[in-house]
């Protein structure tokens, strides 16, 4: 059975950074797509962030230039390294595994999810 659990959220100020981790069991991390997705409240769930298994990884524009996606193969844990962080990153943060090579960008695609990690952006 594959569990995902999200941790690391909270409150940071505007242009600070915060490390998100998901912790996995039930899969092998390094043979499955791993994507981070956020749900700001009264918008649709977007993506941010995906690595293959192949370690390539690829990002929303939003973020781009400021996370980092990246996995611990042997902590079977995955993080979002958020820095710079901005008030319209203010969202619910979600890890998602994917047991297909090829990344995606879209939700649809993804076979399991965490509960998700309140990251609220202040001024």
């Known amino acids: 059975q594959v569990e995902l659990v999200e941790s690391g959220g909270g409150l940071v100020q505007a242009g600070g950074s915060l490390r998100l981790s998901c912790a996995t069991s039930g899969l092998t991390l390094s043979t499955y797509t791993m994507g981070w997705f956020r749900q700001a409240p009264g918008k649709e769930r977007e993506f941010v962030a995906f690595i293959r298994s192949d370690g390539l990884t690829y990002y929303s524009n939003s973020v781009k230039g400021r996370f980092t996606i990246s996995r611990d193969s042997a902590k079977n844990t995955q993080y979002l390294q958020m820095n710079r962080v901005k008030l319209e990153d203010t969202a619910v943060y979600f890890c998602?595994?994917?047991?297909?090579?090829?990344?995606?960008?879209?939700?649809?695609?993804?076979?399991?999810w965490g509960q998700g990690t309140q990251v609220t952006v202040s001024s």
């Open positions: 998602a595994s994917r047991s297909v090579w090829h990344g995606s960008t879209w939700q649809g695609d993804y076979d399991y």
